[in-house]
């Protein structure tokens, strides 16, 4: 049997300056890296201040592309093909999953994932497939790698919120739809939130949107759970 890559990236510990109790891993899109996604840290620093963010770069490196990586090949898009890469990539996120929950002594409530594009779908096929519910997961500009699978393969149903461009040139409004579409269908509980005009991207809009998410679900739940 192979042994499934490590995963490493770029960080931002807590504002804190504590030890971390929430954890935020970023996950990007096809042909960057975690540098990338650590970009979106900052602006949610300090709204959740004991949260320490991690942005992993995918464990393929996309040939011809310096400092491009993927989660899984591209060259087809089809969608037997991308169901099939998100389901031979998941595992591989999961290992790192496991990896940083146990480094830090946390759990699946105390994690936030967050993705952009490919990301996105790594977060939507890999979250709702752990045992334990995870406390969100926030996906910008992505769709669902394989939605005939998710009715029967989900174990938990944290809560998502989908963001998406109205002129999204690489993954059409459509696809948002169907996601947002078939996770409400399933029971999970989604909001969502189309940009009018935006492209392939993440605006102000979204970033302020993300931050309310990962506050409501990370710090405002820890300060309402009764004290252990």
């Known amino acids: 049997m192979s042994t499934l890559p490590l995963l490493t ?3 931002l510990a807590p504002a804190s ?12 899109g096809y042909g960057s890296n975690g540098n990338d996604l650590i970009a979106l840290a900052p602006y949610w620093h300090q709204t959740v ?14 040939p011809g592309m310096s400092g491009g990586y993927q989660w899984w090949d591209l060259s087809r898009r ?14 591989v996120l999961d290992a790192y999953i496991d990896q940083q929950l146990d480094r830090y002594g946390l759990t699946e409530e105390d994690l936030v994932l967050v993705g ?24 910008y500009s992505g769709m669902l790698g394989d939605p005939d699978s998710l009715a029967r393969d989900p174990h938990t149903k944290p809560p998502i919120l989908l ?6 040139e690489m993954i059409s409004i459509a696809s948002y739809q169907e996601a947002k579409n078939e996770l409400e269908r399933l029971g999970f509980e989604v909001s969502g939130h189309v940009s009018a005009g935006l492209g392939h991207s993440v605006d102000m809009a979204g970033l302020e949107l993300g931050r309310d ?13 009764p004290a252990g």
């Open 163 to 168: 963001i998406h461009g109205s002129a999204d």
């Open 9 to 11: 990236g770029p960080s």
């Open 116 to 139: 952009f594009s490919q990301g996105t779908m790594m977060a939507l096929h890999a979250g709702p497939r752990r045992e334990r519910r995870l406390a969100g997961i926030v996906g």
């Open 78 to 91: 089809d969608r037997a093909s991308r169901a099939a890469g998100v389901a031979r990539a998941a595992p």
């Open 49 to 62: 201040p004991d949260a320490l963010f991690l942005a992993p770069n995918g464990p393929e490196q996309v």
């Open 213 to 225: 998410f990962v506050r409501r679900v990370l710090v405002d739940r820890a300060q309402m759970s």
């Open 17 to 28: 300056g504590g030890a971390p109790k929430q954890l935020i891993i970023l996950l990007h």
